[in-house]
């Protein structure tokens, strides 16, 4: 079991920046686990956004984020982050941090077991 906690939403102008953090919690070590960071905007499906191996040597990103998102992990603080400039009114969304038993790199939301609470994220023009 892992209990995921992000933090860092919040409203930002168009163009700014923000860092989102999810800290895990965890009696295997956070190591084990694949990250991932997905959105959800209001009446849309959730979408995947950025994820990163158990090491942070590997990385993906959705073409929407690519080129403005940067994920990466601290294994020794059990924390994943998302770091997100240039952002946009269309970035608007709850951005949910989720963590898979795999090692590998997943970009479809069945491949994570485990969820956070969401964070929201708001963009205005």
């Known amino acids: 079991q892992v209990q995921l906690v992000e933090s860092g939403g919040g409203l930002v102008q168009a163009g700014g920046s923000l860092r989102l953090s999810c800290a895990a919690s965890?009696?295997?070590?956070?190591?084990?686990?694949?990250m991932g960071w997905f959105r959800q905007a209001p009446g849309k499906e959730r979408e995947f956004v950025s994820a990163?191996?158990?090491?942070?040597?590997?990385?993906d990103y959705a073409d929407s984020v690519k080129g403005r998102f940067t994920i990466s992990r601290d294994n020794a603080k059990n924390t994943v982050y998302l770091g997100m400039d240039s952002l946009k009114p269309e970035d608007t969304a709850v951005y949910y941090c989720?963590?898979?038993?795999?090692?590998?790199?997943?970009?479809?939301?069945?491949?994570?077991?485990?969820w956070g609470q969401g964070t929201q994220v708001t963009v205005s023009s």
């Open positions: 965890s009696k295997r070590p956070f190591s084990s686990y694949a």
């Open positions: 989720a963590a898979s038993r795999g090692v590998s790199l997943y970009s479809t939301a069945g491949s994570y077991q485990y």
């Open positions: 990163i191996n158990w090491s942070g040597g590997s990385t």
